[in-house]
Structure formats: structure tokens, C-alpha cells
């Protein structure tokens, strides 16, 4: 009597693939915000004027030639000049006060009859003639610095690079997870689970972190400070020359927003100071070429609240008498603006219940009999923004 073949009882391969798809997807997910934290998008690059110059219509010798006359690494006919110690290839998160070498490409394109031998051999302006005294070159090198300058152009002004740490720890943490759940389920090579099980522990916990961690920073950009168009610095402005900030951006004091100068702001000084102690006349050249052109500086926002937080620079300048620090850190100490403070509503609710307001000698608080009589007969000796309303949720979200 035959006997009936036993069933083919097959392992559940595809519950340990969807196992691992799953794990691999929400590690790929978590890794990408978390690299996206790290770096945050770059300007936009602006495009030329006239067109752009492609390389192609250089020889390659040119353009190799070029680059090693740019950056000192052969001699001009005039001697050993780097341009590249000045002139950087390579974006940095310090304040350099010198023209890149795409803004100097840029020009070079932008502008028509724009001769580079012109212009090293006949510098303008005290900072041009003391750094480029005594240079000269020859058409040929010419030819050779163009084709490398079109090069950079075509090539952007490039990306400040970011090791992405968090990305790494991330995968790194996410790859182990998925390997020791493939082995619990599938391949079973180690037979102690309690390593698999420390393995997937630890994994959850980290990840989890990094999760609360990305969701409480959602939409957060402390630490954000961007190149600008113009290499404009609040320290020569407001530190060195002590302008008033009021003075720069005049709607503070009746807008929520404090606004950005326009160019006519700028041009009530530039007009005259046409040479700055750093960046000498580039920088400044631009804030005239904006005039003339007619076309706004499109400065980059620093700070910016979520649209479902109502803020508004009148009322904590007018009746709350806050300084510009408060917020914004040492402003008048920085060439680049940074985002000092993560601007959570934790650290402004922390903020209100920390900071007296002006109240006695201030008529926006006239209303509060009961906290100036209580002031009056020593029961406080001051009163904090919370206690006027700093944290009534419908003062922010209505």
C-alpha cells in the first residue's frame, strides 16, 4: 500500500522578504530626512545675462593651461600669481571677502567689451591696485584664464559639502537590523537570538530617536546662515559704524515683518562710498548695477516662523520693548547672519515667562488695574509677558 507523499511544507521566505523591504524602506526614509537635515538647500543659482559661454569653444589645452594659471601652479609671463588664494574655487561657511571665482566668471559673461587683461592691468580702487600691482598678462593668457572662468561658470558655484554622520549611524544601525532579521527568520546561522534580539533593541531605540529628533525639528532652522548676493556684513554696519537697525529696516516698528532694505536704502550711502574696507568695489558695484538694471537684490530670509504662528515685530518692539539681540543674537558682531535661537514655540513661551515687560511707565498695559495696584501696594515688584496674555494660544494661533 503506497503511502500518501507528506505535504510540501515550505518556509514563510516571503514573510522575511516583506520583513526586510519593510525595515529597507523606512530606513531609506528616515536617512533621507536626516541628510536633508544636514543640508539644507542650497541657493538658487542665478543665470547669466547674455547667455552662457560653453568650454567646448576652447581646446582642451586651454582649459587646462587656464587652471593651472589661475591657481599658481605655473608662471605667468609676469611671474607666480595665484588667483585661486584670493579668488576661492571651493565654498567655506567663513566670510571671504573676496570674489569668488564664479562671481568673477559671472561678470566676465554678464557684462559686454568685459576684458580680463583690462582690468588686471588697470585696477580700480585702492584693494584692487594693492593686490594685483605689477601683474600683467598676455593675450594667450587671456585666452587660457577665460576658458578655465567659463569652465567654473558652467559648473555653478558649487555645493558646501556636509558629512552626513546622522545618515551614516542611520543605515549603518538600519543594515544590521535588517541582516539580524534575516538570520532570525531565514538563514539562522547564529543560534544565540539573543544577539539578534540585542541587535533589533538597540536599532528600534536609536531610530526612534532619530525620528522625535527630525519631527521636533520639522520646519526648525536654528543654525541657518546662507550666502548672500551681496557680501553685506552687520558687523561694518551695526557694529563698526553703529547705524541703527531702524534705520536699514524702517517698518519694524508698525509691520509684523521687519522687513528687507530696498536697494534705494542702500544707494542713500553707496552713492557716495563706493569702496569697501574689505571687499573693496565688487561688492558694491552690485548694489549700483541693481539701480541702474531697476531689478531688486534678491537677499535670502534668514528667520522665518511657520504660517500658522502669528508674530509681529510692532508689538514686541513698540509694547514690549525688545531689543533686536533678544532675538536674533549678537547681530551687530556677525559678517554672515546666522539663526541663533530655534524660535520653538517652547523657547518663546520660555521667554514670556522669563522677561518683565516695561509695564508701569508703558500706556499699552494701562488696562491692567488689578496687576498696577498690585504693584503699587508691594504685592509684585514687576509683571512678565505671561502674565498680560504671553500664554493665551489664541495670541499666536488664532
Sequence with gaps: MRKKPAPNRKKPRNI?????????????????VSFSRENPESDNEEPPVNGVISPEEFTRTDLR???????????????IHDCSSCHYTVRSDTMNWNPSAYELAKQWISEENYSLKEKL???????????????????????????????????????LQVIPVNAFIFWGLGFLMALALIDLLI???????????LILIVGLVVHMQYAVAESRSLGRTQGYAPDQPIKFSHLVHAGEHEIDCNYCH???NFSLSAGIPSNNTCMNCHTVIREGTHSGRFEINKIHQAHESGEPVEWIRVHKLPDHSYFSHAQHVNAGKAECQDCHGPIEEMHIV?????????WCLTCHRDSRVDFLDNP???IYERLHNDIREGRIDGVTAAEVGGEDCMKCHY
Design 65 to 79: 593651461k587656464g587652471e593651472r594659471l589661475f591657481k599658481g601652479l605655473v608662471e605667468f609671463e609676469s611671474g
Design 121 to 159: 592691468e588697470n585696477p580700480v580702487g585702492v584693494r584692487m591696485i594693492n593686490d594685483h600691482e605689477g601683474m600683467q598678462i598676455t593675450e594667450e593668457e587671456e585666452h587660457q584664464l577665460n576658458a578655465y572662468l567659463a569652465k567654473v561658470f558652467e559648473e555653478g558655484r558649487g555645493e
Design 187 to 197: 538563514t539562522r546561522k547564529i543560534k544565540v537570538k539573543a544577539f539578534h534580539v
Design 250 to 252: 524702517q517698518i519694524t
Design 364 to 366: 499699552y498695559y494701562e
Design 16 to 32: 522575511g522578504f516583506g520583513i526586510f523591504l519593510s525595515a529597507f524602506l523606512l530606513v531609506a526614509y528616515f536617512s533621507l
Design 338 to 346: 546666522m539663526q541663533t535661537e530655534d524660535l520653538s514655540m517652547g
